[in-house]
């Protein structure tokens, strides 16, 4: 959108409900009453329809991109003006501070969301209960929500978190989310492409403002001077040139502004000196100028100049009477006309009004903005810590990090001890929020060398710890096992506290990981022990989930009872991703040991729990844990759709998706996939990478199947020669069953203690007794298993086992297995006593992977497409009692207890809706938004 020409700017409060805070203008013209849209009609009919869609409980998010200056915020503003009775806008907006404020456009909307909300903020209250209640906030209004966050590129992570939090969920609200953004300011590795990423595409509409046409440009008025196509030619459609161009109409045909940076200089030229120098002072403020700096600042000419600027239509005011520049290139490019020491100067100036007595407390990050633009190392020291800090604990680590980075750039006149504290928390935050590079590193070191020099051993052993964990992050397992090592050294020459005890924790775990499970209970016990005395609740969690899998992994069943104590401490104490851990190793223990009920259990409710507080990562590695559950149960092809869909998820890290990996692997290589070996080869290289048994013995095993599924036996010498130098002791029993079971099969030997203390199917099958082997095995739930064992007889091989194991290889859908079966069948000469090879699909491959029925899978596409009771009612042509029982059947199988909660699984698993494009019937909801 843009304005015609010859237009000032006028403060002015908007009617109705619509809530326009501080980055909410109405534009008025002095000789018309209404904007004359140009080349915009068509994204301002999408955002209307999108509103009245909300209107209805469908609600939307509408992504408004374009090139700076190109008229975003001008569009929006039309859209308010129009929104109409019935909807409240609230708006928000990011500044482009050198350091985003944490949560800026919450803030922004905070007098429109309510007491809870303003409570929240002004208390620094947990990410998690302030985006709830922003929700309640949304779902409890009587109007349709309208949330506008504007220039999204500069927002912090926190907003970034919140934005995906509400968007995840907008489609059953009547609420439209409006995000608008720089287009070319985001690239393939700003956050923000992330979040735009993982937004429901089946309720997001992109729409991308493009520069305006040669006509566009006419329409907009050309004067004197100019000839046909010169206009557009210069300012190649961007609006806020051509109006800045309009704008400059003495002598301007002598000397043409190449940019915007020259169109406005040579408005600024025109000014009277002390306009001037009004407008070069306060463009080191981006965003809102307070009018109670302006009397600091310029004393009585204050009020006259100001309203002079909005006049000229160079600056902008809001309703608290607050000043802003039209554009934020207009901003910079006065700020560009001035040389750095001015800027220093101003800034200095501005850093002493914002401290003045009297005046509003100004937030921390503008205080770290002017105080770092004046150079002034003191108060950067002072105020940098508390910026971020106070970033850090809204869940902003990365505007955290950034703020301590602010800090470090002054570190050289800071106090020793204040310099290894900027150190440490600044390779804190980074970790958490950047990646865990070289810089990173070698921060903690600097911060240990600090630390040394001021004999503070025990801060030397913490910042130790600290190294130990971001080398395992790393998937560095030597130098993380080394520097646990060094921790634990160096804390013990100092007296007893809460580090050591998470140092001792943090050793358990390293030993629990690499399955040395003796170790692993040792060390935990010593942290259990110091956590009890300075009553540390978080190490006394961390040190029971080691544990609590140490010990069920060595067969003592009283470490589940450790495991949920861990748990509940967990819950109770809000540590959620303590309580995801929790979920995550009961559950590898529940596949592992084939406790298949107990799997079941756990699997669905750590992904209800994962799903319900967005820990998307734990989600996608405990999805890829019932894909190994499923094909532990013959559900191979189950298996293959959950794995699948976890493996087309971006952006996942090699451990989020290396179970499903090592899964996918296994049950291509049964079902006779012909990218199946190269699948295996590259979980085995992933495995590797970890130097964690816990994945290279199952994606060694993979690659032994395989060689035992082609009869290839030579092919695995290598696989059992490395087992075997793992050693037993770096297994649990049922891996190293299986080893001794596959040795077995292929008539390899290895060491006597593989075959000591086995379970019971794989004994069995030692011993020769494979009927009863197999009866195990089909006891357990584990058929395919069952079948391996019938086809590996060392006595002889009879036509029943061989027909049953075909059976079963049948009915898993293993078809690489059962053609082998049939085969050897048939070079013993008794390929007639066995059951023919069926064709096409079998209903137990129409099965849904949770038992959703067919009519279950077109109305959960429909609830997670936002659609009512009575949509799906009318879609499906069926009564909406018998819709409401669907619906309760589908929640109660998906372990969900709110269709929201259904909608999240589906975005996070979708796998879950297997077919929902060719079953999924329209839903009255009309034309589906494009992403």
Known sequence: MACRAKTAYLSDVSAGDNHAPRRSFERKFLWQSEPVLVEREQPLKELIAMSRRAAIGHGGIALVAGEAGIGKTTLLEEMRLRAGPGSTVIWGGCDALFTPRALGPIHDMAHALGSEVRDLLASGGQPSQLFAA???????????????????????HATLDFLKFLGRRISMLRALLVISFRIDEISADHPLTQVLGELPPSCTNRIELLPLTPEGVLALGAPAGYDDGELYEITGGNPFFVTELLACQEDIHQSIPASVKDAVSSRLNRLVAAEREFLETISVMPGLVPRHLLHPLFGENADTLAMACVGRSLLMQDVNRGLRFRHELARLATLSRLSTTRQKNIHALVLDALLAPGGPEPTLDQLVHHSAGALDARRVLQYAPQAAAAA???????????????????????????????????AYEAGLALHINEEVLEARRHAITLWRALNRMDKVGDNLRWLSRLHWYRGEAAEATHFADEAVRVLESTPPSSERAMAYSL???????????????????????????????EVRVHALNNIGTARIFRDQPEGIEQLEESLELALRAGQHEHAARVYTNLAEYGVEYRNFELAERIISDGIAFDT????????????????????????????????QGVLKLDRLTLLMQLPALIVLAKVRLRRGKQNARELATRALRDAIATDEPQYIVPARLGLIEAAWLNNEPASAADHFENLANLGVAQMHSWNAGETAAWAHRLCFELPAGFRASLPAPFELELQGDIETAAEEWEKLGAPYNAAVTLLNSRKGHKPTNLAKAIKLFDATDASAAATKARNLARSLGHAKHMPRARRGP??????????????????????????????????????????????????????????????????????????????????????????
């Open 134 to 156: 922003v929700l309640r906030q949304v779902e409890t209004s009587r109007d349709t929500s309208i949330l506008v966050f504007e220039d999204v590129h500069w927002a912090d």
């Open 392 to 426: 850090a604990a809204v869940g902003a680590h990365r505007e955290a990090a950034a703020h301590l980075a602010t800090a470090l750039r002054f570190v050289d006149e800071a106090a020793p001890e204040a310099a290894a504290k900027l150190y440490e928390d600044w």
């Open 507 to 537: 050793r358990s775990q390293l030993h629990m990981l690499n399955d040395q499970m003796d170790e692993a209970i040792e060390w935990g016990q010593r942290a259990l022990d110091l956590a009890a005395k300075f009553k540390d609740n």
């Open 612 to 643: 319900q507080h967005d820990l998307d990562s734990w989600t996608h590695y405990l999805v890829g844990r019932l894909a190994q559950l499923r094909m532990e149960q013959g559900r191979l092809r189950d298996a293959e759709t959950i794995a």
């Open 842 to 931: 079998y209903r137990a491959a129409k099965n849904h992977p949770l038992g959703l029925t067919r009519r279950e899978q077109t109305i959960l596409a429909l609830v997670a497409d936002g659609a009512t009771n009575k949509d799906i009612s009318q879609a499906l042509a069926r009564s909406q009692r018998t819709v409401e029982h669907h619906v309760s059947s589908m929640l109660s199988k998906l372990n969900v207890s709110t269709r929201m909660e259904a909608m999240l699984r589906v975005q996070n698993e979708p796998w879950l809706l297997p077919d929902s494009a060719e079953n999924k019937p329209d839903s009255g909801r009309g034309k589906k938004a494009k992403r």
